[in-house]
C-alpha cells in the first residue's frame, strides 16, 4: 500500500494567488482529515470527511479555505486568495475502522 | 484553556535515559487516549493508543492514563537516538461517526548518543 499521497510536496506562492492542494487516501479508508501544522498552534483540525461527506468544517479558518473530496479516492484543499499567515504544513489523513489516522507526508506552503 | 495541555519542551536527554511525557486534559467524556510520534518533516504516526484508564506496554514504550487525574503519560526506557522525535497526544470521546481528535501540542524530544 503507498499509503497517503499528497501534492505538491512544497509549494511557494504570492499572496493573492490560489493555492490548490491534494490527497488521495488510502484506499479503502472512509474518512479523510484535513490538518494544518504551525509552531505556534500545533496540529489544527480544518475539515473532515465521512464518505465523500463533509462531516465537521468548524476548524475552516474563514471563507477563503475550501474543501472538496468528489469521489472516495480523492480529495483537495484550496485557499483563495492565499495570505502570508497561511504559510503552514498541510497534512492529510485517512482512517477506517477505528481513531488510528494515517498521515501523508505533507504539503510545505510559504506565501509571500 | 486548552482542552489538552502537553509542554513543548524541548526535552534533550542522553542515550539509555528513561523518558516521561505528560499530557493533561478537562474534557472528561474521553475514552480514548493516543500517542503519536512525529519524526522532522514527516507526518504523525501512531505509537500507542489506550481506552479509558490503565497501562499499557509495547517493548520500551509504555503508556499509562489516569482518568480520575486527567493527565496521560508515555513512558521510553533504555532511550535511544532513534527516539529524537516529536510526541504529540490526541484524545476522543469517540461517539457515532464523530471521529475527531482532540491534539497536544506535541512535545520536542531529543536523546543524545
Known amino acids: 500500500d503507498a499509503g497517503v499521497i499528497q501534492s505538491p510536496r512544497h509549494e511557494v506562492t504570492e499572496m493573492g494567488q490560489e493555492v490548490t492542494l491534494r490527497c488521495k487516501p488510502i484506499?479503502?479508508?472512509?474518512?479523510l482529515f484535513w490538518y494544518r501544522q504551525t509552531m505556534m498552534r500545533g496540529l489544527e483540525l480544518l475539515i473532515y470527511?465521512?464518505?465523500?461527506?463533509?462531516?465537521?468544517d468548524s476548524g475552516m479558518p474563514e471563507d477563503r479555505f475550501s474543501a472538496k473530496m468528489p469521489n472516495a479516492s480523492f480529495s483537495t484543499l484550496k485557499i483563495q486568495p492565499s495570505e502570508p499567515r497561511d504559510s503552514a504544513v498541510y497534512f492529510c489523513?485517512?482512517?477506517?475502522?477505528?481513531?488510528?489516522?494515517?498521515f501523508g507526508p505533507g504539503t510545505r506552503l510559504t506565501v509571500l | 484553556q486548552k482542552e489538552v495541555e502537553q509542554d513543548p519542551g524541548p526535552l534533550s536527554v542522553p542515550e539509555g535515559a528513561i523518558v516521561s511525557l505528560n499530557c493533561t486534559y478537562s474534557?472528561?467524556?474521553?475514552?480514548?487516549f493516543m500517542w503519536y510520534r512525529q519524526y522532522s518533516r514527516k507526518g504523525p504516526e501512531l505509537l500507542m493508543y489506550?481506552?479509558s484508564s490503565g497501562n499499557k506496554e509495547d517493548g520500551r514504550f509504555t503508556a499509562q492514563v489516569d482518568k480520575s487525574s486527567k493527565y496521560i503519560s508515555l513512558f521510553i526506557r533504555d532511550s535511544q537516538p532513534s527516539d529524537s522525535a516529536t510526541y504529540l497526544c490526541?484524545?476522543?470521546?469517540?461517539?457515532?461517526?464523530?471521529?475527531?481528535?482532540?491534539w497536544g501540542l506535541g512535545t520536542s524530544l531529543a536523546v543524545n548518543p
Open positions: 489523513a485517512s482512517s477506517f475502522a477505528d481513531l488510528e489516522q494515517f
Open positions: 484506499s479503502g479508508h472512509d474518512y
Open positions: 470527511f465521512n464518505n465523500n461527506v463533509p462531516i465537521d
Open positions: 489506550t481506552y
Open positions: 490526541a484524545m476522543s470521546a469517540y461517539a457515532g461517526n464523530n471521529r475527531k481528535l482532540i
Open positions: 474534557n472528561s467524556a474521553f475514552q480514548y
